[in-house]
Each structure stands twice: as structure tokens, then as C-alpha cells.
């Protein structure tokens, strides 16, 4: 038996392309009645520049850190609302939670899908020519070979496709 999905996990990495997914993650929650749950996993400092960073450039980039989860869920909130404006439907009320995480984007997506019990994960790819296999080899590759839930990946739309998103993230 196939389950329902109520719930849909909407992974970004802020660039046009997700931005792209995430009309297909709204349009999924329109037709299964389902709530979005938004994230954004933000790459941790490498060990090495840790290493090299010292004194008052460690201060601030730490601080940064701290800070940029709230910074994005801002920003994602931001960008939920002009979409709604572009579709002409609350998207907000689809959106159940923003989740910000510090941490290696495929082990977030995989964590946070399992925590807040999702049913469908959405994601965009960034595939394109030669470069096809490098980059799905990446974060969506990663998702969709270790992930036990469906996953949707959305590729980059064509060139005649408008999707009015330019400036938006």
C-alpha cells in the first residue's frame, strides 16, 4: 500500500533552481492536502580553516555561524511570501516549519525527514550537460540512494521556462 503524504520535506540550497522545486513542492501540497516542512543546511567550516583561523577572524565567522540560521529562515519566510504574491495562494499557510541547520546537507535533509516524519522529500538538482552526473553525484545523488522515503528531484527548467524567481533568493 502506497502511504498518504501529509507531510513534504522542501530541501534548499537557496540558488534559482530550488527556488524552481519549490513550486512543485507547493503544488504537490495543493493536491494531497499536505504541509511543507523548509530547509536549509548550512556547510560547516572544514577542519582545516578552523585550524588556520585564529583570534578575531574566528570570533566573527563563529558569530556568523551562530546568527545565520535566524537569517534564513527569515529570508525562506521572505521568499514564501512572493511566491504566494506570484500564485495568488497563501503558500504560508502550507508551510508548517523553517529548519535552518549547520551540518553536511544530505545527512540534514535525511535527519530532518526522519524527525519531523515526512513523506516526500523535494529537492532541486543543478544537472546540466557534462556536468550532469558531477553534480547529482553530489547532494541529490546523495538523498536519493540513502533516503528510505520517495524522493522528487526537480531539474533545472529550460531556457524558455519563466519562472519570475530571478532576484527572489
Keep these: 500500500m502506497i502511504s498518504q503524504i501529509r ?11 530550488s527556488s ?5 513542492a ?17 556547510e560547516p567550516l572544514p577542519p582545516y580553516a578552523e585550524a588556520y583561523a585564529a583570534g578575531v577572524a574566528f570570533k566573527i565567522e563563529e558569530k556568523e555561524r551562530k546568527e545565520a540560521p535566524e537569517h534564513i ?6 521568499f514564501c511570501q512572493k511566491v504566494e504574491v506570484q500564485l495568488g495562494f497563501p503558500c504560508l499557510l502550507l508551510v508548517s ?13 535525511l ?3 526522519e524527525e519531523e516524519e515526512c513523506d516526500l522529500i523535494v529537492l532541486g538538482s543543478h544537472g546540466k550537460g557534462f556536468l550532469k552526473q558531477t553534480f547529482l553525484g553530489s547532494v541529490s545523488h546523495g538523498v536519493l540512494t ?23 533568493l
Design 7 to 17: 507531510k513534504i520535506l522542501y530541501a534548499t540550497d537557496l540558488s534559482k533552481n
Design 20 to 24: 524552481y522545486a519549490f513550486y512543485f
Design 26 to 42: 507547493i503544488d504537490l501540497a495543493k493536491r494531497y492536502d499536505a504541509k511543507i516542512d523548509i530547509l536549509h543546511a548550512i
Design 73 to 78: 529562515k527569515v529570508l525562506l519566510r521572505e
Design 97 to 109: 516549519n523553517v529548519f535552518a541547520r549547520v551540518g553536511h546537507p544530505v545527512e540534514e535533509i
Design 111 to 113: 535527519k530532518v525527514a
Design 146 to 168: 540513502r533516503s528510505r522515503k520517495p524522493v522528487v528531484i526537480i531539474p533545472l527548467p529550460s531556457e524558455k521556462t519563466s519562472t519570475d524567481l530571478e532576484g527572489i
